[in-house]
């Protein structure tokens, strides 16, 4: 059932058949919505993981050597997009004559090629080449992302924070994150001592950091349900009917609820 139909009966027999109103009530609470981000986006992670060797060892041909070079990628890439043959073969390095569209998707895929290429810059391994299709399922990626955390708020090097850190922006520290420029410092208190401090021990390790940024934690599917239903609970009873969710359907298209592909390759 595709949501992008819109009408309200199809509307409601998907958010049925895809079991996000677990208590068939036809009002979405955000535990429901939390719930179904949650699990979306653990299938994707599990799905992307999945398919990225298939995908790597059927690019990996000329000569096959355990490593995929931007050519064999790039390739693969003309011929999904129903290059002919020859054009493959002679194409022009800026492909002057392709659809625009086409060659700016060629232009992000090689400036995300070159991020991901930390080894050689003309070839990426099985675990770069996830970082580059999939960075949201890729450790190197949730790592790097941890690094320029610690890189931005551990003010004394010691690659550990602690509340004082993580709480008290300072000047020039607006690019360490939105969801941390949102909240008061009260705010990010509650939040190192409930998700990013595990352990209760005042200090949060790279482990505990990592755990805190990886996708697959509860929380973000949490913060995006509450967005959610923030924007689209006109009636104000912490539930959303099926007509709120009509009202606020391209809000609902662009999220992990319904294309969560797309709702992460956005962001990362």
């Given amino acids: 059932m ?43 992670i599990e799905n992307a993981m999945q398919d990225n060797y298939g995908l790597f060892m059927s690019i990996d041909t000329s000569p096959r050597n355990g ?8 390739n693969y890439f003309l011929k999904q997009n129903s290059m002919p043959d020859e054009y493959i073969e002679n194409h022009e390095e800026k492909h002057a004559g392709l659809d625009k569209k086409l060659r700016e998707t060629i232009s992000r895929d090689k400036a995300s090629w070159f991020e991901a290429a930390h080894t050689d810059p003309d070839y990426l ?17 949730i790592l790097s992302l941890v690094e320029e955390l610690l ?12 509340e004082d850190e ?25 939040e190192f001592r409930n998700l990013v401090d595990a352990n209760g021990d005042g200090e949060a390790d790279k482990k505990e950091i990592v755990k805190y940024i990886d996708p697959k934690n509860p929380r ?6 509450i967005t959610l239903v923030t924007l689209a609970d006109t009636s104000h009873d ?17 999220s992990k609820m319904v294309d969560t592909a797309k709702s992460f ?3 990362f």
Avoid: C
Wanted: proline share 1%; glycine share 6%; aromatic share 8%.
């Fill in 2 to 44: 595709a949501l992008r139909s819109g009408t309200m009966w199809e509307y409601s027999q998907y958010v049925r058949g895809q079991q996000v109103d677990e208590d068939g009530d036809d009002l979405l609470s955000i535990d429901e919505v939390s719930n179904y981000i949650h699990f979306k986006t653990r299938e994707h």
């Fill in 67 to 74: 490593l995929v070079s931007w050519d064999e990628y790039h």
């Fill in 125 to 141: 391994t099985l675990d770069e080449f996830l970082a580059f299709r999939h960075p949201e399922s890729s450790h190197a990626t």
């Fill in 151 to 162: 890189d931005k708020l551990d003010r004394n090097d010691d690659d550990i924070l602690n």
């Fill in 166 to 190: 993580f709480a008290q922006l300072k000047v020039g520290e607006a690019e360490a994150g939105e969801a941390l420029l949102s909240q008061g410092e009260q705010e990010r208190r509650e």
């Fill in 220 to 225: 973000h599917a949490r913060e995006e349900a």
């Fill in 238 to 254: 912490g539930k959303l009917s099926l007509a709120e969710v009509l009202n606020k359907m391209d809000l609902f298209l662009g």
């Fill in 265 to 267: 390759h956005d962001e």
